[in-house]
Nanobody, 125 residues
Framework: QVQLVESGGGLVQAGGSLRLSCAAS????????MGWFRQASGKEREFVAA????????NYADSVKGRFTISRDNAKNTVYLQMNSLKPEDTAVYYC??????????????????WGKGTLVTVSS
């Protein structure tokens, strides 16, 4: 069993930065692919970024490439999302997710093994 708790959301002006954290409980954290999804009001949940269990592989949505960076610290059971050059269209609830499978992680919204409850990011123009 893995429990995920996000933090770090808030209100920021366009062009600013935020760092989201996701703290995971459970002894098997280091064996899971971790990632972030987001859901804007009235829209479907979408993939943002993923990182393999070792941190050696990452994947990003085209909309955040070059602006967001995902990382993890397995010793701290934590995954991070550094968000720079934020835009108003980045406003959403950001969800942390965990699954054993990396290869299809970004398309497994329905089958994702674990989800956090989300943290709200609001980017003002």
């Amino acid at each position: 069993q893995v429990q995920l708790v996000e933090s770090g959301g808030g209100l920021v002006q366009a062009g600013g930065s935020l760092r989201l954290s996701c703290a995971a409980s459970g002894r098997t954290f280091s064996s899971y692919t971790m990632g972030w999804f987001r859901q804007a009001s009235g829209k479907e949940r979408e993939f943002v970024a993923a990182i393999s269990w070792s941190g050696g592989r990452t994947n990003y949505a085209d909309s955040v490439k070059g602006r967001f960076t995902i990382s993890r610290d397995n010793a701290k059971n934590t995954v991070y999302l550094q968000m720079n050059s934020l835009k108003p269209e980045d406003t959403a609830v950001y969800y942390c997710a965990a699954d054993k499978v990396y290869r299809t992680f970004w398309s497994r919204i329905q089958g994702m093994e674990y989800w956090g409850k989300g943290t709200l990011v609001t980017v003002s123009s």
